[in-house]
């Protein structure tokens, strides 16, 4: 079962523009959802995270919306540049479960020059 | 180290041949993860050590694969009589515990069975 759905598989972004790539979730006892980003031939590195207490969460030109409602999270990255060409997970998982985490599908976004 | 190192980074095996892959956490990191990834897809949780409880090895797919760590140091999967759908990157995680700390990956032990 997969339990964090993510979309879109691919996505190609001009620079400058805004990437948006969307997670959803199916166990609510999930209390933790970073976005993991994986370079080709590299292992992935956190780029920010979030709690469900808060809705949103900005880093840079880096944001993370929340609806908990929904069961859904977003990245949204503005001003894509060449440089964020890379594969993006997001991620979750719950308190007490020393941090294991249930990985989306990844997206695979590229911005052209 | 200063991050998870991971040898090999990369591995071509013939099939039914037995693979072991290293990993060395990041000093002083009391947990250790063991993930899978297939070419174009996500990370699947295969094994989970913290300090000296018995690990989690709810995600380890047959009784083909199998890892150990001593104490809270280098860890080592083993898969035995290889096949080639375990073609993939295995990648190791470290993470200190506490809130809001971050799980650190190794670069992966790219597989290939052949």
């Known amino acids: 079962q997969q339990q964090v759905k993510q979309s879109p598989q691919s996505l190609i972004v001009q620079k400058g523009g805004i990437s948006i790539i969307n997670c959803a979730y199916e166990n609510t006892a999930f209390d933790y959802f970073p976005w993991y980003q994986q370079f080709p031939g590299k292992g992935p590195a956190l780029l920010i995270a979030?709690?469900?207490?808060?809705s949103e969460k900005k880093e840079g030109r880096f944001t993370i919306s929340f609806n908990k409602s929904a069961k859904q999270f977003s990245l949204h990255i503005m001003d894509s540049q060449p440089g964020d060409s890379a594969t993006y997970f997001c991620?979750?998982?719950?308190?007490?479960?020393?941090?294991?985490?249930?990985f989306g599908s990844g997206t695979q976004l590229t911005v052209l020059p | 180290g200063a991050g998870v190192s991971q040898s090999p980074s990369n591995k071509v095996t013939e099939k039914g041949k037995d693979v072991e892959l290293r990993c060395d956490p990041i000093s002083g990191h009391t947990a250790l993860y063991w993930y899978r990834q297939r070419l174009g897809q996500g990370l699947e949780f295969l094994i989970y050590f913290q300090g000296n409880s018995a690990p989690d090895k709810s995600g380890l797919p047959s009784d083909r694969f199998s890892a150990e760590r001593t104490g809270e140091s280098v860890s080592t999967l083993t898969i035995q009589r290889t096949q080639q759908e375990d073609s993939a990157v295995y990648l190791c995680a470290s993470y200190r515990g506490g809130s809001g700390n971050t799980i650190y990956f190794g670069e992966g032990s790219w597989l290939t069975v052949v």
């Open positions: 991620a979750a998982s719950r308190a007490g479960s020393a941090r294991q985490l249930t």
């Open positions: 979030i709690r469900p207490d808060v």
